[in-house]
Nanobody, 125 residues
Framework: QVQLVESGGGLVQAGDSLRLSCAAS???????MGWFRQAPGKEREFVAA????????TYADSVKGRFIISRDNAKNTVYLQMNGLKPEDTAVYYC???????????????????WGQGTQVTVSS
């Protein structure tokens, strides 16, 4: 069983940066890890994902060029560096992990087995 705990959310202004962290209780180096977000009144959506080694990443078009996903397997931690934040980035951000997820499938929630509780990110204009 793997438990995921997100941290690093907060209230920032447009243009600012934040770094989210996702700490895993177990050894997650065999897991593909992803970040999703859910804005008020909207469905949860894919943000970014990273493969087990950290060598392959994929992003939603809405964050490409602004967000960077990374991982430190020695620390069982995944990060999401968010730069150039916009009000439309306001959401609860969730960390997720799963095994055997193809690059194409990383954007589908159903492929992930473990989820964190989420951390709120609010971007004011």
């Amino acid at each position: 069983q793997v438990q995921l705990v997100e941290s690093g959310g907060g209230l920032v202004q447009a243009g600012d940066s934040l770094r989210l962290s996702c700490a895993a209780s177990g050894r997650t180096f065999t897991y593909t890890m992803g970040w999703f977000r859910q804005a008020p009144g909207k469905e949860r959506e894919f943000v970014a994902a990273i493969d087990t080694s950290g060598g392959i990443t994929t992003y939603a078009d809405s964050v490409k060029g602004r967000f960077i996903i990374s991982r430190d397997n020695a620390k069982n931690t995944v990060y999401l560096q968010m730069n150039g934040l916009k009000p439309e980035d306001t959401a609860v951000y969730y960390c997720a992990g799963g095994r055997g997820i193809s690059l194409y499938s990383t954007r589908f929630e159903s492929r992930y087995n473990y989820w964190g509780q989420g951390t709120q990110v609010t971007v004011s204009s």
